[in-house]
């Protein structure tokens, strides 16, 4: 290990590889450039922002049987988000990556590149790649900014760092192909990972990451809407997106104060049955609905349509729940990818899934906070597999593929997880939300009653010239008046009484 000072404020900054070639200093955020016989300070860094990530400097634990500890990070913006790339030391001196985005985890190993990878401009989601034998699929292919960095690094990076990267999926194993040092890329190889497999130690307390998320050192995240200052409840450290409940204006909060992206034409309040800010417990454990959005089958014409709420908790990341007009799903994004078998199947851990409906989706509403830079008018490619009550879901964008894993649910159990004696019922569409609702009779029966007697009046006369067939005419006519309130009647689900003898006979509430 290497000890020096900094040249900018005299803290001891230690080198614990010698393959590393910067630092950031812990305490002035001085980046030290290590050469042959000195260290320069080519100037300051950015600070990282604190998230719900409990991986931290000094962070241990083992992969494929070796120790290893973290010792630094890069944080990395796109267009739609950020995430982190934490540098890990072995102890026999050899360095790997800890990826971190949002909760989901994958850990790479340098191997040596091959010579017939692809260019970084001939690849996008979907593309093939093999490697050793063994098919890839594409999953992600970006260009993204370095953020901030943190601790010991083994390149140089800091404002204007670009990382131009290409992820590929097999199973839960993993390529990455990193064209940021020019044509021929870096390859790194590995696999998605969780924190409890890698045994890690020295993780961020609860506390810790609560006190921090969502804050920069002296600063906190700005959490009014710019653009019509209404306060925005979001996750703080989570949270790259707002989309404000108020305005529908689009509030990029991943910077040191809260900027407006878009502001949205006025959108029609949607009307939902889980609200932002409810609380549900799932298997014990505490979720808030931190955002959700209304989407439609593209072509549709809005007669397909559900709701995704996306769900939080500090633990155990992010959930969501999708109602539709006939069910419930909750919906879980998956580490390990599906396998193809065919063109209509599709395996996942030895259990088949048929191929069930090809679509394209569109965001028409959105409100609360998300974990990417969500966009009314966001349009991705869907394919669903369905295996019993299960459903395996491809989401395909221009930059990325996602697997999902869906579970079907009954109106029941989410009414139990969030303590909901009543629901608008599924679909959560407005319309079908206010035709589930009784309607208030008592103007119809006044109105009917009104008219039957204008109509008794009008034909009094009748009565006395004892022509049955006028007679009969009239109380046809009188009956015909009373049949829109009976039959509104009818699907209320009541009889003809009034309220108040139904309060009387000791009915529920």
């Known amino acids: 290990m290497q000890k020096v000072s ?94 971190d985005a949002s909760g989901q985890y994958v850990f790479t190993l340098p191997q040596r590149s091959g010579s017939n990878v ?29 953020l901030a960095g943190q601790g010991e690094l083994p390149f140089k990076v800091g404002p204007g760092w670009q990382a131009k990267v290409a992820d590929f999926r097999s199973g839960n194993r993993f390529v990455t192909l990193d064209y940021s040092d020019g044509e021929t890329p870096q390859l790194y190889i590995g696999q998605s990972v969780d924190l409890t497999g890698l045994r890690c130690q020295l993780l961020r307390s609860e506390t810790d990451i609560a006190q921090t998320a969502g804050k920069y050192r002296g600063k906190t995240a700005v959490l009014n809407c710019p653009n019509c200052g209404s306060a925005i409840n979001y996750q703080a450290g989570m949270a790259v997106n707002v989309v404000c409940p108020s305005c529908n204006a689009q509030v990029d909060c991943a910077g040191d104060k809260a900027v407006v992206l878009q502001k949205h034409e006025q959108l029609a309040r949607v009307i939902t049955t889980l609200a932002l800010g409810d609380f549900g417990t799932i298997d014990g454990i505490k979720y808030q609905v931190i955002g959700f959005t209304k989407c439609s089958e593209i072509g549709s014409d809005g007669t397909s349509q559900w709701i995704e709420y996306l769900l939080f908790n500090d633990k155990r990341g992010f959930l969501w729940l999708v109602e539709s007009q006939d069910r419930w799903d909750r919906v879980k994004v998956l580490d390990e ?173």
């Open 6 to 99: 900094c040249p900018s404020c005299g803290a001891e900054v230690a080198f614990r590889s010698a393959a590393s070639v910067m630092a950031v200093c812990e305490y002035c955020h001085s980046t030290l450039l290590k050469d042959a016989e000195s260290v320069k300070d080519i100037g300051k860094m950015a600070d990282v922002l604190e998230d719900y990530s409990p991986i931290q400097i000094n962070t241990s634990g083992e992969y494929q049987s070796k120790h290893f500890t973290v010792v630094g990070r890069i944080q990395l913006r796109y267009d739609d988000g950020f995430w982190n790339e934490w540098y890990v030391l072995f102890d026999d001196g050899t360095g790997a990556w800890l990826s």
């Open 337 to 509: 990818w599906p396998e193809q078998r065919s063109a209509t199947t599709v395996d996942l851990r030895g259990a088949a899934y048929n191929k069930l409906y090809q679509y394209g989706a569109e965001v028409v509403y959105a409100a609360g906070a998300f974990n990417w830079r969500v966009t009314v008018g966001d349009r991705t490619r869907i394919i669903d597999y369905a295996r019993d009550t299960s459903k395996l879901t491809a989401e395909s964008s221009d930059s990325e593929i996602v697997w999902s894993v869906a579970t079907q649910v009954s109106d029941a159990q989410v009414r139990q997880w969030f303590a909901k004696k009543t629901m608008p019922g599924t679909g959560s569409l407005a319309s079908q939300h206010a035709a589930a609702e009784p309607v208030d009779l008592s103007a119809l029966k006044t109105a009917t009653i009104i008219a039957s007697v204008i109509l008794a009046v009008i034909n009094l006369p009748i009565s006395f010239t004892h022509d049955d067939e006028d007679i009969l005419v009239t109380m046809i006519g009188l009956g015909v008046l009373w049949i829109p309130f009976w039959f509104q009647n009818r699907a209320n689900g009541g009889d003809s009484s009034d309220d108040s003898d139904d309060s009387d006979s000791g009915g529920d509430d």
């Open 118 to 146: 692809p260019k970084f401009e001939a690849l996008k989601p979907g593309v093939g790649l093999t490697l050793s034998g063994s098919r890839f699929v594409a999953s992600d292919v970006r260009t993204a900014q370095c």
